[in-house]
């Protein structure tokens, strides 16, 4: 196993100035997220991210720039405002131009905002009926069906990558893209146009490296690449020229301590140098309408914008509190997550679903194989059970035995944990605790249809 520093897929990487600062006590932290409820054991950054008392203030400051006089801040404050995020954003992804970057509500509306236009070109004819979007098939619920929605209606296919879980390496999930690449090279009538690549998977999570399946989809004639990085900024390293998607999407609320709604969609500026951003629209037509994808998303009625506009503060609260800012933060995430998901594995007696290096702030820890998961139904149980009787947040993944496996797997259940800033031991602590009473008791999902709600 590599030591932490030297874990790949970007976690170590730094394009910002590292900037070290007096050390943030334990007690700062608290405070800045004593709005999160005590009951509860927060192992679960990766769903809703979290925000910090500095920029909940800051952000009711933005709040009340508008409410104070609207409309002075509709039309002299908005716009200046929105293009300092903007800035901020491009110099933080290492993009060429402000102009590619559009901030959005989150990544859904981003994937919405590349779909449709993927819509039109099958319309248009730009795209042939059986044309070809790959997709993988651990993908995020709600982009998948952005994909059935805004494709399938339209007449595309939809070619599923499988995403093989527990991994051991990056080749394997590389194999599968080419095999999947072949496919649709073999099937003569259907040209794959889009591939869609999470950055890093949701559940299982892993880090996905896009950088190779970008050169492997371009190698292949894939038309467009669209990255899909709600866990990108914050998350791992994003470098949108190393990575050279045309269209790159990330939240801000996950793991950059942004207030909903604040994410971006980043589009590359093409060979000669047609801006992308140009002919893709906001779903929501408003004022903007025609002018870029940059100004339409800036407009999109009236609507509060204060998430969208407290972004450089937000970045200066990390770069002022925590050593090594954003970067500093990342790093550590990675290290203090693998560190506690060894524990626990250790523990149980169970195993990683893939080596440390493949994860980024989020880990899968294998589940001691008594608990008896054997579906979704039971995964989804065992995480209300956790959350109702012993008030911990964290996903609980089934992994469903296959065709492919070339032994019968042990492990069925997977826990997703995250570690973010405010995380403390304890929280890690009690999960472990919760699942050794469950084995102990000879606790099975059936158990938890008759068990008293506690805390709701
Ligand atoms: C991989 C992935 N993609 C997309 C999304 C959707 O993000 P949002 O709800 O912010 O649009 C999520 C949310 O968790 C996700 O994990």
Known sequence: MAPPNQHTNGITALHLPTKLVPHTTPLDIAAEFSHHDPAFARLNNGSFGCCPST?????????LKFLENPDYFYFNTLQPSILRSRHLIKSLINADDV???SIVDNVTTGAAIVLSDTTWSFFTGHFNQGDAVLILQKAYGAIKNSVTAYVSRAGGHVIEVPLPFPLTSNEQIIAEFNKALETGKSNGRQKIKLAVIDHVTSIPSVVIPVKELVKICRDAGVEQIFIDGAHGVGCVDVDVKDIGADFYASSLYKWFFCP???AFLHCKKTNNNNNNALKLHHPIVSHEYG????AESGWIGTRDYSAQCVIPEVYEFMMSKFEGGIDGI?????????????????????????PPEMFASMVMVGLPPCLGISSDADAWNLFEHLRNCFGILAPVYYRAAMEEDVVPIMITGYVRISHQVYNTFDDYCRLKDAINKLVNDGFTYEATKHLPIINS
């Open 55 to 63: 920029i909940i203030s800051a952000q009711k400051k933005w709040q």
């Open 330 to 354: 990342r790093r550590r995430n990675h290290e203090k997550v693998v560190e506690m998901a060894e524990m626990l594995a250790e523990e149980w007696g169970t195993t990683l679903g893939a």
């Open 99 to 101: 102009e590619e970057i």
């Open 260 to 262: 909903p709604a604040a």
């Open 291 to 294: 002018n870029g994808l940059a």
